[in-house]
């Protein structure tokens, strides 16, 4: 847990408040299947210094430039993290753990 103080008193910002931004930030990205349901497929985990780091592990839609799109999730997961917390992220690691086709139904 996170624990901030202010001039009115202290909040505190949890690791699984912190799995729901993240989980959020990575449905806006196209292409990204979870691997679980919920925001079971991201990991958290707040350093000494309040910073989180999180391990995504997705599948992503065959034939998409990975490389592309998991900047595009590390983005996505950074400024959502610094918008709703004003916490900022160093290291979001991304697990490819498979393919999705188009044809799957």
Do not use: W
Not at 37 to 65: H, L, M, W
Request: proline share 2%; net charge neutral.
């Amino acid at each position: 847990m996170e624990l901030r103080k202010n001039e009115i008193g202290t909040y505190i910002i949890s690791e699984k408040a912190f799995k729901d931004i993240a989980a959020i930030a990575c449905s806006h990205v196209k292409n990204v299947y979870p691997t679980r349901k919920d925001n079971e497929y991201v990991e958290c985990k707040i350093a000494k210094s309040g910073e989180p780091s999180f391990t995504v592990s997705v599948r992503v839609k065959q034939g998409i430039d990975i490389v592309k799109l998991c900047n595009r999730i590390q983005d996505e997961i950074k400024e959502a993290v610094l918008l709703m917390s004003g916490i900022e992220c160093k290291q979001i690691d991304i697990d490819i753990q498979g393919f999705e086709t188009e044809n799957k139904k």
